[in-house]
């Protein structure tokens, strides 16, 4: 079997591969400083939580997946200690969830470990050619329809 070059596949496999490979980075890098067992499917419920207090309720419509599912989600979340329900203070009847201040920590660990990786692709290629290359997949990704979803925290998990 002869072997693929990289620069051989069609963008969108390339761009696939190249989030893959740098969400690993990140991942290595959070749990290298303690924040264990988080998956990359969390950071699409965790991206709620960052400004909001949602319901599971919410956060199903928001991710597009059944009550049960996100309940699922979140109940991960809170064995590992970076997310937790409580009593909305109006209504006692309704619960919110929140990231707890170790999930605040690991966004902030994720945040450091991708200007890391940033830099690290900036010296590989050269400050212009990452901007260029961030320019390209920026106006790639609105030709998809994907940027509203990236500005307003609504990333949906693959399908």
Known sequence: MQPVDARDLDTGTLALFLGTAAAAVVQDDLEAAGFTGLRLSHGYLVQHLVESEPTVGELAVKLEVTQQGASKAVAELERLGYAERFADPRDARVRRV?????????????????RSLE?????????DQLGEARAVLADLLDELGGTGAVRRREVRPPR
Do not use: K, M, P, Q
């Not at 830099?119 to 400050?127: A, L």
């Open 98 to 114: 929140r990231l707890t201040s170790r999930g605040r920590d690991a966004v902030e660990a994720a945040r450091r470990a991708r």
């Open 119 to 127: 830099e690290r692709f900036r010296r590989r290629i050269g400050e």
